[in-house]
């Protein structure tokens, strides 16, 4: 067991913040940025199936495509690491018969054997009453990603930024995430933060724990 | 800094998995479980609006009510706590101005001072082109709380078990939450992972980088 202390967690947690400024000169470096592209790879999402695509931007021509698409803020261009969390639109059989592979060959075993489980599957996503929100339902899996990252860069000591305030429609055109069955939900930058920002010493807010915590 | 190694974080998140089986005599201590807690306050949302409400429940009554509404799952009886993420049907400016109240609160300030921030999200997601879709707004948000806890109890050498297979209207109405304009999006249950759980000793399914890792 690899386990970390409660205070350990909790002093990183209180130390991340939505950074507004990042240094543009520091750069993550590639051992830490495996980490976090693993760290990704591993969010667990419903069923296993990963209904998305991480989109990582380190490109600066590419940045300034997307800047103006990003309400020009500046996070885009001077952060480290650009990621778009790009979801499925809807889900196919495709998608479905894809993890099956994937499950049968990692574990060893047999797509037949699965069968209950594709179909059941197929019938919540594919051809069930939650195939007419099957895009909504895979965004929801991309901000599990999304929070699973964040608290993995947190406690490597790297900043980040999630990012709502974009251009989902321009965003999908300039990545060409349609022909993919791929739409644009949310977006994070990641980085440094600047010894600039002045948001960094600002006290987090937080409800007061009654106000959130309900006992039933 | 608390930071930790890379390697650390990838070893307990493969360490984690989605529990089938919980140890029904194990709970997790008071000390372990106020970590969690904070974390899960601590989750960043958009705006900082903290749309959400963790209904905690360990009574047992409670959960056997639960428990026909989540498709007879035993991890609803036999986890340590069961946590159901319930967000906000609607933004109202009431919530606004109780997060705007907190912020001039807890860095001091005046309310006043905040109106500019106030009113852009007022004009989003209470009269703006995103306020008819605000309860998925705030049901994304409590996703990325969902994934900072199921990271955060990882971390801490926890189980969890994330869960969409319940019946939100029949919870809604067991935890009375439409009077509290809340409603449930997504459950997980914690604790601590039965010796006879045979999904512990499973490879964990993940598609290659390539297939979810795009560089643009």
Redesign the interface.
């Known amino acids: 067991?690899?386990?970390?202390k409660?205070?350990?967690?909790?002093?990183?947690?209180?130390?991340?913040y939505?950074t507004k400024k990042f240094d543009p000169a520091r750069k993550i470096s590639p051992?830490?940025w495996?980490?976090l592209?693993?760290?990704?790879?591993?969010?667990?999402s419903?069923y296993?199936l990963?209904p998305?695509?991480?989109?990582?931007?380190?490109?600066r021509e590419?940045r300034e495509k997307l800047f103006p698409s990003t309400w020009n803020q500046r996070q885009v261009l001077d952060c480290s690491h650009f990621v778009?969390f790009a979801a499925r639109t809807k889900i196919t059989d495709e998608d479905i018969d894809?993890?099956v592979a994937?499950?049968a060959e990692?574990?060893g075993g047999t797509v037949e054997a699965l069968k209950r489980f594709r179909d059941s599957v197929a019938g919540d996503l594919v051809t069930g009453t939650r195939a007419a929100e099957a895009h909504?339902w895979a965004?929801?899996?991309a901000?599990?990603?999304?929070?699973?990252?964040?608290?993995?860069a947190a406690?490597?000591?790297i900043d980040t930024c999630?990012m709502?305030g974009f251009k989902p429609d321009e965003y999908d055109q300039i990545?060409e995430l349609p022909g993919k069955r791929l739409a644009s939900?949310?977006c994070c930058a990641v980085g440094y933060r600047s010894a600039e920002d002045k948001s960094a010493g600002?006290?987090?807010?937080?409800?007061a724990?009654a106000d959130?915590?309900?006992?039933?």
Chains 1, 2 share one sequence.
């Open positions: 067991m690899n386990t970390i409660g205070e350990q967690l909790l002093a990183q947690l209180n130390w991340r939505a051992e830490d495996a980490v592209e693993e760290a990704l790879i591993l969010s667990p419903s296993g990963q998305w695509t991480f989109v990582v931007i380190t490109d590419m778009v894809r993890h994937r499950t990692v574990r909504e965004a929801r899996q901000y599990i990603a999304l929070g699973n990252f964040m608290t993995s406690l490597l000591g999630p709502e990545l939900v949310v600002q006290k987090k807010v937080r409800f724990r959130v915590i309900h006992i039933a």
